[in-house]
């Protein structure tokens, strides 16, 4: 067995997005040299070139790069070399303006942004893989290269297309899904008003309509567009493996992003990237990243990841961008690596002087040497290197969240709904929020994984059920697990058709309870839900519940037309017990209850819930270390094991650690069975 390609690195990656050719070859030395100061010792390039490598086609001029490339390799900088692929050069576009994406309502978009293509076009396709194999020909050997870097963000302008080829590309996905166009039909439940195929052809892409489009229709639309983009990515990954089969490969993620499944991107792909952009605007920005950089570690089943693509401080599309302050951007590097990145690295290298991004920030400023973003940039290139033991190690979590993009796809792609208001997004992220709040770091997980290590797993939505899933949960509860599933679960199988007997379909059983409508809440209303003697407000969302025998009552509604009827239940099976929420509880309902969940769980969980301390551990096999971030903008004194050292140099006395506004320290101590749990003196 071959061992798995990883990035040739021997240090926690500190670097960023460089664009030399925006600036002179004389500022190329002087940003070698300048990154050795800071401690870089990685950048991203060229990725935006193309124009540049192939000014007409098939003419290529490498000499620029070639010469960038040997001054940051003299420098002992290694190279995330991105294919330069990441969207076309102009010649390309108007010799075959067919390979434009078009829009929901049938329009070409035009060439004079990035990702100007359609994921489906063979032409575009085509010379991916030329341009992709040229740069690896020329590269491929070269001993700065230390990971390749494939197109850039998928799906951040153009996740679908609707365009001829398409359409062509769609009917194809299609016949390999179903086989016929019988099946197709009854899969798509054509029946209601008359949308039955007769030939292939008829078929096209869910634009915009005369009215409500078919639902699955819409939900394998979002399958195959996710699809075609993965396709377009093992294209490149191909050429690579090929001509460069010991170089690992990536491409940058966006976090929990609605359109591609990052679960199938990952499984192709060496090494799990992301870039982050928590808003310094937002006080409860860190409390988003954890789910997203919970994501990250997960998707290759808990390996380091890195985080490709920060801000150092302000970044350029929001409506108001508002810098980071002092501190920030060394706590949110520190939370990625706490979180399980190997690294931490900036968009970008040199602040823009011209172009969309000339107002984002840099680890440069334009100030140079003097600007604010530098002197912290050299601050904690330095104290990176006091964290190298944590290369490598590993997160320990006790709970892991479902996040399945079928049920998010199908709950939120159609207008035919119960209510338009049940957010899969924020609802996953509202869940997430209460274990933060709690104390305890959530990891991702497939709804039919193992679930193996997990004490608690949480569903926020399983819209979209099979048995498959649902064997996997029963058998986790069985075993001695805690499992929670949130509202509009178990409602439809993969063709978007009800399951018999409603829902929730084939989590019946390991429930114990039947959903005999579901009771959507107005705007503005709000509902009241008890649970162990407090109330707690509902908005939303609720259902009218039937109890199977053996199903225990924890909360019911206390307002409305579902007065007095179940809520919340709870179903023991086995040595555990599945509980469900039919209901969309205010922020202190969560708590509450999943204080009780982790308690039934065996599972430590802060009695007053806190969203400034924040506190994970990786772990080597006899190493604990603990990250514990003051997220707040007063000093936070937490409690700490009188052995551990901080390996940032802050002093640990009598069990007590201080930490300053925006203070961060990574506290060593022997491995034992529970993961050190952190809370305020």
Request: charged residues 20%; hydrophobic residues 40%.
């Amino acid at each position: 067995m071959t061992e798995p390609r990883s990035i040739r690195l021997d240090a926690l990656a500190y670097g960023g997005d460089y664009n030399p050719d925006q600036w002179s070859e004389e500022t190329w030395v002087e940003d070698a040299r300048l990154m050795v100061e800071a401690g870089v010792n990685i950048v991203s390039l060229p990725v935006f070139s193309w124009p540049q490598l192939e000014p007409t086609p098939g003419v290529y001029n490498w000499g620029w790069l070639d010469r960038v490339i040997e001054v940051l390799w003299g420098a002992g900088i290694k190279i995330d070399l991105a294919t330069a692929t990441a969207t076309p050069p102009s010649w390309l576009i108007r010799r075959h303006p067919e390979m434009l994406p078009h829009n929901v309502d049938g329009r070409q978009l035009e060439f004079g942004s990035r990702q100007a293509y359609c994921p489906s076009s063979p032409i575009w396709k085509e010379n991916v893989a030329r341009m992709t194999r040229a740069m690896a020909e020329r590269y491929g050997n070269h001993p700065a290269l230390a990971l390749w870097h494939i197109s850039n963000e998928y799906g951040d302008h153009v996740s679908r297309c609707w365009c001829p080829a398409s359409a062509v590309h769609f009917r194809t996905w299609l016949r390999n899904r179903y086989g016929t166009l019988e099946g197709l039909n009854e899969a798509w439940g054509v029946g209601v008003w008359g949308q039955r195929y007769t030939e292939w052809d008829h078929i096209e892409p869910p634009r915009t309509a005369t009215g409500p489009i078919n639902p699955t229709q819409l939900l394998d639309f979002e399958r195959f567009s996710s699809d075609a983009l993965l396709e377009l990515f093992q294209v490149e990954i191909d050429v690579l493996r090929e001509v460069t089969p010991d170089i690992a490969v990536t491409t940058n993620f966006m976090s929990l992003l609605r359109d591609l499944n990052y679960w199938d991107f990952a499984a192709v792909e060496d090494l799990v990237t992301d870039d982050a952009y928590p808003d310094p605007a937002d006080p409860l920005a860190h409390v988003g990243a954890a789910l997203n950089y919970g994501l990250m570690r997960s998707l290759k089943g808990g390996a380091p990841w890195l985080l490709l693509e920060q801000s150092a401080s302000a970044v350029s599309w929001r409506d108001v961008n508002v810098p980071k302050a002092p501190g920030q951007m060394r706590i949110d590097s520190m939370q990625a690596i706490a979180h399980g990145s190997d690294g931490a690295m900036f968009f970008q290298w040199r602040q823009a002087k011209f172009g969309q991004e000339k107002f984002h920030s840099a680890m440069l400023g334009h100030r140079g040497e003097e600007s604010r973003s530098f002197k912290e940039t050299k601050a904690l290139g330095a104290e990176l290197k006091k964290l190298e033991p944590v290369r490598g190690t590993r997160v320990r979590a006790s709970v892991g969240l479902v996040v399945d993009w079928d049920s998010w796809w199908g709950s939120s792609a159609t207008e035919s709904l119960p209510s338009q208001r049940l957010n899969y997004a924020v609802q996953a992220r509202a869940w997430n929020a209460a274990f933060f709040r709690l104390g305890h770091p959530v990891d991702t997980v497939r709804a039919a994984d193992s679930f193996e290590g997990y004490d608690v797993v949480v569903v926020p939505n399983l819209y979209i059920a099979s048995n498959e899933q649902a064997a996997a949960l029963t058998a986790f509860v069985e075993r001695g697990g805690q499992l929670v599933v949130g509202p509009f679960s178990g409602v439809v199988d993969e063709t978007e058709k009800v399951h018999t007997g409603g829902a929730p379909g084939p989590l019946r059983e390991l429930l114990g309870i039947e959903v005999d409508e579901h009771w959507p809440i107005p705007d503005g209303i709000h509902e009241k839900l008890e649970v162990a003697g407090e109330s707690f407000a509902v908005s939303i969302w609720s259902e009218w519940l039937e109890l199977i025998s053996g199903t225990e009552v924890l909360g019911s509604h206390t307002s409305g037309e579902l007065a007095g009827r179940a809520a919340v239940t709870r179903r023991a099976s086995g040595t555990g017990a599945a509980w469900y929420l039919g209901v969309v509880p205010e922020e202190a309902g969560l708590d509450a209850l999943f204080r009780r969940v982790l308690g039934a769980a065996g599972l430590p969980a802060r009695e007053v819930p806190d969203t400034v301390l924040e506190s994970v551990t990786r772990s080597s096999e006899d190493t604990d270390y603990t990250f514990v971030l003051n997220h707040g903008t007063e000093p936070l004194a937490v409690t700490a094991a009188h052995d551990a050292v901080d390996l940032l140099g802050g002093a640990v006395a009598d069990g007590v650690l201080v930490l300053p506004r925006y203070g961060v320290a990574v506290l060593a101590s022997a491995r034992t069975g529970a993961v050190p749990f952190i809370g305020r003196v």
